[in-house]
C-alpha cells in the first residue's frame, strides 16, 4: 500500500487516497486475528468473484475511501477501486503484477460500501459491545456467464459453441455480526466473543453464489496471561 489521508472533524471523517487494499476495512471483523486460514480475512467469495482476488494481499489497486463517523454508533464507508489490480489475462493475477506495481487505472471500476452499527462500543461502557456491518460491492466490467454460451446453450452442451454469454456487471452483498459475551473483570480488550459473516452473489456470472464462516475467540481469560488468545 501507499496513500496520503486527510482528517476533519476531529478525525470523524477521513478520506484516504493512493494505491489501497480493501480488506484491512471492509467485511472485518476483530475476532478473526488468530486464524491462518486466509478466507477468515478477504472472503473467499470476494477473492474468488472479483477479478484478479480483489483489493487485497498481495495486490493493492489505485483507488480512494471516505470514512465518516456519523455518530458514536454508526459509521459509513465508501471506496471506489480500480477493478482489475493486475490487469486481465489468463496467468495468475500475482505473475502478471509479480511486484505490485503496476498501477492500473483503466479498468471499469468496483466499488465498496459498508454501514457499521455498533453498541457499547466505547471505553468503559457497562455492556457488552458488539457491532453489525451491512455492505456490498459493484463491478462495472464484463462477465463471463458460467452456464450458458452466446447463443443461450449450455456450455456443457456438445452443440455449444463455447463462447460464454457476457453479463454486463456484478455485486454482492455482506453482513458481519461480533459479539462479546464475556469481559474479564473491568478490562474492554479481555474476554470471549463470537463473529458471523455471511455474503452473496448471483450465481449466474460467479463461481461463489453463497458464503458463510463464524467463530470464537476467548482473549485473555487468566490474569497472569492476560494477552493469550485462543480460536
Known amino acids: ?23 484491512s476495512e471492509f467485511a472485518t471483523s476483530k475476532y478473526t486475528d488468530v486464524f491462518t486460514n486466509a478466507s477468515l480475512g478477504w472472503p473467499a467469495i470476494f477473492a474468488l468473484n472479483m477479478p484478479s482476488g480483489g483489493p487485497s494481499p498481495p495486490l493493492a489497486a489505485l483507488g480512494a475511501r471516505l470514512r465518516a463517523d456519523v455518530t458514536d454508533n454508526l459509521t459509513l464507508v465508501g471506496a471506489v477501486f480500480d477493478g482489475d489490480a493486475a490487469g486481465p489475462g489468463a496467468e495468475d493475477p500475482q505473475l502478471r503484477n509479480r ?5 492500473r487505472i483503466n479498468d471499469p471500476p ?3 460500501y459498508e454501514a457499521q452499527f455498533q453498541w ?3 471505553r468503559g461502557d457497562p455492556g457488552l459491545d458488539g457491532k453489525l456491518k451491512l455492505g456490498g460491492w459493484r463491478h462495472f466490467g464484463d462477465f463471463n456467464d458460467k452456464r450458458f454460451d452466446s447463443a ?4 456443457s452442451s456438445a452443440a455449444s459453441l463455447g463462447t460464454p454469454a457476457m453479463i454486463s456487471g456484478d455485486y454482492g452483498v455482506y453482513a458481519v455480526f461480533e ?33 458463510a464462516d463464524a467463530g470464537v475467540e476467548f ?12 480460536g
Do not use: C
Request: glycine share 8%.
Open 99 to 103: 511486484y505490485g506495481l503496476n498501477f
Open 120 to 122: 457499547n462500543a466505547k
Open 219 to 230: 482473549i485473555g481469560l487468566k490474569d497472569a496471561r492476560p494477552h493469550d488468545k485462543l
Open 152 to 155: 443461450g446453450l449450455s456450455l
Open 1 to 23: 500500500e501507499m496513500w496520503f489521508e486527510k482528517k476533519w472533524n476531529n478525525d470523524k471523517i477521513a478520506l484516504r487516497a493512493g494505491q489501497l487494499a480493501a480488506d
Open 179 to 211: 459479539q462479546k459475551l464475556f469481559r474479564v473483570g473491568h478490562d474492554d480488550d479481555r474476554g470471549i466473543g463470537i463473529f458471523a459473516r455471511a455474503s452473496y452473489s448471483p450465481p449466474a456470472q460467479n463461481l461463489i453464489d453463497i458464503y
Open 110 to 112: 468496483l466499488t465498496l
